[in-house]
Each structure stands twice: as C-alpha cells, then as structure tokens.
C-alpha cells in the first residue's frame, strides 16, 4: 500500500527545489543522512525526455553551493541519479512527479496499465488502455512501476 509523503516540510527540499524547476527537473527522492561527519544526500531527478549525466552534473554544480551555505561549511557528499526505466514508485508523491507517463498498477494481485492523468494526496486519476478515466485510491495499490 502506498502512502503519501510529501518533502514540502523538508528545509533541505526548499534549499534544493528552486535550482532544480530553474532546469525543469522535478525531485523524485531526496534522502539525506550524517554519515562519519558528512552530510551525505542523495537525489533522484526526473525531466521530461528523460535527464542525462551532463545534465545531472550542471544541476549538481548548481545546487552544491546553496547545500553547503545550509549545511554551514559541513563537508558534503550529493549524489545525483535518474529514476531509471521501469521505477518502482515507492511513494505517492511520485504519481504527481510522474503526471502523463505510462504505469502498471497492482491492484487486487491484477496487473494494469495506463498514463497517471492527475494525482492527489490520497489517489491517482489513470487513463486505462480502452480510453476510460479511473481513480484508484493510493490504499488500494500494491505496487506500482514506470512502464
């Protein structure tokens, strides 16, 4: 069952999320963690048409320089990927991240497909192969994965 986190109420998500829409890229995952005295994050990004490592690396230079202001001077590690083929959501606040892209969806042990048309914080509107618009409460899917 997916639940709905979203990272609004994360002050390292509002540092990071400015820089980032400047180069239409959308946060997926933001983890971070203090590891031997370093801060170490890691993000995963998407962009529609999917987001390369040069375009990984300008973001990263971009936004290193407003973490260590935030993080005051500590010393810190960023990661950044892309969501990959076929992801796993592993959160409901990807379905709006993911808006127009095409899903399977594990409901009922059933497998289905569609594109997310619009998600919420607690379901997700999917357009279904034969042209019908439903909503799915994020309590009802199993699993969920990029097709």
Not at 24 to 47: C, E, H, M
Not at 112 to 137: C, F, P, Q, R, W
């Amino acid at each position: 069952m997916l639940k709905y986190n979203s990272y609004e109420e994360n002050e390292l998500f509002s540092v990071i999320k400015p820089v980032c829409d400047g180069y239409d890229a959308s946060i997926v995952r933001l983890s971070s963690a203090v590891i031997n005295k370093t801060l170490q994050i890691n993000l995963v990004l998407y962009q529609k048409g999917g987001i390369g490592i040069d375009q990984c690396g300008t973001i990263s230079r971009a936004v290193m320089p407003r973490i260590e202001v935030w993080a005051e001077n500590r010393d810190v590690s960023l990661e950044i990927s892309s969501p990959g083929i076929g992801r796993i959501l592993k959160d409901a606040y990807e379905f709006q991240v993911f808006a127009g892209e095409k899903i399977q969806l594990l409901i009922d042990s059933q497998w289905l497909t569609g594109d997310i048309v619009e998600a919420g914080t607690e379901s997700v509107d999917i357009k279904t192969e034969n042209g019908e618009t439903v909503k799915y409460m994020f309590d009802s899917i199993q699993k969920a994965k990029l097709y």
